[in-house]
């Protein structure tokens, strides 16, 4: 059970962590938020790329291809949203935060921003989409809820980011439904035996 339960936790854990920084995301960009606004997404930076590298444990036991495009899918997500937290998060915090105006700059720097965190959102959705479907074809019936959820909170995710309440419940949603089909994924398919290595 053991086996099963660490990468389970693993695959979830992002996404919670995610989901309780969100409870504290501000609303909105302005000179009294800046400061909060700046330290957050410097500690997201990091946080961030772990939700995308969370699909990788499901999707482990994928034939190669798969694992390939699955890396490829996710290495989009972690190259465009971290972009997107550098420039609308960061960025865009310090020019509030140095100007103590919301003005042009950073409104075009938090427009910037969400363009590429679109891409990267894009890319986590066709990731999830990927995993749900190879974890259902491995162990059918038991990744049907997990997978669905998985997929429809992806699809919430290309433009709830974090903000309360709807961007939590979404990388909660993702956070479950990614341990839930981690510790499916780890059932044996039936007709299949332990093989070394």
Not at 7 to 22: D, E, K, N, T
Not at 146 to 167: D, E, K, M, Q, T
Request: positive net charge; without cysteine.
């Amino acid at each position: 059970m053991t086996a099963r339960l660490v990468p389970a936790i693993a695959g979830a854990l992002p996404g919670l962590v995610l989901a309780g920084i969100g409870l504290v995301h501000p609303h909105d960009l302005a000179p009294a938020t800046a400061g909060h606004w700046i330290t957050l997404h410097v500690w997201l930076v990091p946080i961030f790329p772990l939700l995308g590298l969370a699909l990788l444990i499901p999707g482990w036991t994928a034939p190669r291809w798969a694992r390939i495009l699955l890396a490829a899918l996710i290495f989009l997500y972690v190259v465009y949203y971290g972009a997107l937290d550098a420039v609308a998060g960061i960025g865009a915090g310090i020019a509030v935060q140095r100007n103590q105006v919301r003005g042009d700059v950073d409104h075009w720097l938090l427009e910037v921003g969400n363009s590429l965190g679109w891409v990267g959102s894009i890319a986590f959705l066709a990731a999830a989409l990927l995993v749900a479907a190879l974890v259902f074809r491995r162990v059918r019936g038991p990744a049907l809820i997990p997978g669905l959820i998985l997929v429809g909170a992806s699809v919430s995710f290309l433009n709830s980011h974090i903000y309360a309440p709807r961007g939590v419940i979404t990388v909660l949603l993702i956070g479950l439904a990614t341990g839930w089909l981690t510790w499916v994924a780890g059932r044996r398919s039936p007709g299949t035996t332990t093989s070394p290595g």
